[in-house]
């Protein structure tokens, strides 16, 4: 397969919940042949992703009192925060067609033309001389996927250290000590540069990428999921038990209850990229010995089950 139709789609909404509603309703749209760039931006939010606990990632009570939103996405991977300075980006593609190597080239090559060169590094992010200006998650569908992510051009690092409750099992791999230390503005290494210039930058690259000319569209959306507490505060139940561990492809937290040995209610929290993980660990652990646990998950098609085993161990 190869792309035939390129689609633009820009949003006039800084909320939140419209904003990934829409991103949804076009994984949905999407059709064979078809890629589609989203740009869009949030007005002061922190964004989780989908298998993140809220409480534990966001300081989500100063974030209100300030005006701000909390949101959780679609896609895994972990928490980030959004103003008027970013601007965030989808490719939205049929699942032939899904290339992330060109899908960071279109962005890097946009940033190239503003003499920012910048580096792919880790699982999700871009880089300038070490510091992260992008980060992206992914989610996939029965037949589409779609690729998304950040590009700070001019964001309140200190409302991002402020409102995000940043690991530090996470920032120690990084060999850092707090949030903003780990980040950068475009508008740092490009005093110019604006949000309305990265857009028609970015139209730019993809159309030559791909030899297409873009058609804009708008897509409706409805916000009433995203914006529900039942799917902000997914899996927040109190449970008695709790471990949580730093892992080679995220940090895992679980909780659960313990009935006669037998785990019950169990959630799964993770930063991981791995589509649907939490929710297969968890209806794997359900009902099961506590002892058993581990010899389950190494017998199980879990990806990273090993290392999973080996976490569990404590819970005996």
């Known amino acids: 397969m190869s792309i035939t139709e390129l689609y633009t789609v820009f949003s006039d909404s800084f909320d939140p919940y419209s904003n990934l509603a829409r991103e949804e309703a076009l994984l949905n749209l999407c059709k064979e042949g078809q890629l589609y760039l989203y740009l869009w931006q949030n007005a002061n939010t922190v ?14 009570q100063q974030l209100e009192e300030d005006g701000g939103h909390l949101a959780r996405r679609l896609s895994g991977g972990g928490a980030v925060y959004h103003d008027l300075g970013n601007l965030n980006f989808t490719f939205v593609t049929w699942k032939d067609d899904y290339d992330l190597h060109r899908q960071y080239q279109v962005i890097q090559r946009a940033l190239e033309t503003y003499g920012i060169h910048s580096e792919f590094s880790g699982r999700n992010d871009l880089l300038i ?11 996939y569908s029965k037949t589409a996927c779609y690729h998304h992510g950040t590009l700070m051009v001019d964001v309140d690092l200190q409302k991002a250290q402020q409102y995000l409750n940043a690991s530090k099992a996470k920032l120690q791999a990084h060999g850092v000590d707090s949030v903003r230390s780990r980040i950068i503005n475009l508008k740092s290494v490009c005093p110019d540069l604006t949000i309305g210039e990265l857009k028609r930058s970015l139209v730019t690259s993809c159309e030559a990428e791909y030899a297409l000319q873009a058609k804009e569209i708008t897509v409706p959306a409805d916000a009433g999921k995203y914006g529900s507490r039942q799917w902000l505060y997914r899996k927040e139940a109190e449970r008695g038990y709790e471990c949580s561990r730093k892992l080679s492809f995220g940090e895992v937290t679980v909780r659960f209850s313990l009935s006669d040995g037998l785990i019950s209610d169990p959630a799964v929290f993770t930063d991981a990229m ?16 506590t002892r058993q646990l581990p010899q389950i998950l190494k017998a199980s098609d879990l990806p ?13």
Do not use: P, W
């Open 47 to 60: 964004v989780i992703g989908k298998n993140q606990s809220a409480l534990r990632e966001c300081r989500i």
């Open 129 to 139: 001389d070490g510091k992260k200006f992008s980060g992206s998650a992914y989610c």
């Open 274 to 289: 791995v589509d649907d993980f939490s929710d297969q660990l968890e209806t794997l652990m359900n009902g099961t010995d």
């Open 304 to 316: 990273h089950r090993d290392e999973l085993a080996e976490m569990m161990e404590e819970v005996q």
